[in-house]
């Protein structure tokens, strides 16, 4: 079993930074991708970016040039850092671990979620 915990959210004015952080315990193979959603009241839950196990990234257009993802294999963590953020940023943030088990059999896992308040 694998648990996502995410930290490092908050309340921040527009222009500002954050950076969050989604640790995994438990055994999350070597085959896995990491990533970063949200979701505003009342809106769906949409990808904001994601790492491969190898480091490639993928991101929304709304956070390219402004949002970066990282991880650290070591610590098995990925973070997210937000800068100039704006108002439209405000959303839970949620962590989200998939991890292929085999070639056909993957397990998707999600952290509690951290609140992203961005202030104009």
């Known amino acids: 079993q694998v648990q996502l915990v995410e930290s490092g959210g908050g309340l921040v004015q527009a222009g500002g930074s954050l950076r969050l952080s989604c640790a995994a315990s438990g055994n999350i193979g070597n085959r896995n991708a990491m990533g970063w959603y949200r979701q505003a009241p009342g809106k769906q839950r949409d990808l904001v970016a994601t790492?491969?196990?190898?480091?490639?990234?993928t991101y929304a257009d709304s956070v390219k040039g402004r949002f970066t993802i990282s991880r650290d294999n070591a610590k098995n963590t990925v973070y997210l850092q937000l800068n100039r953020l704006a108002p439209e940023d405000t959303a839970v943030y949620y962590c989200?671990?998939?991890?292929?088990?085999?070639?056909?059999?993957?397990?998707?896992?999600w952290g509690q979620g951290t609140q992203v308040t961005v202030s104009s």
């Open positions: 989200k671990a998939e991890i292929w088990a085999s070639l056909t059999l993957k397990y998707n896992y």
């Open positions: 790492i491969s196990s190898s480091s490639g990234t």
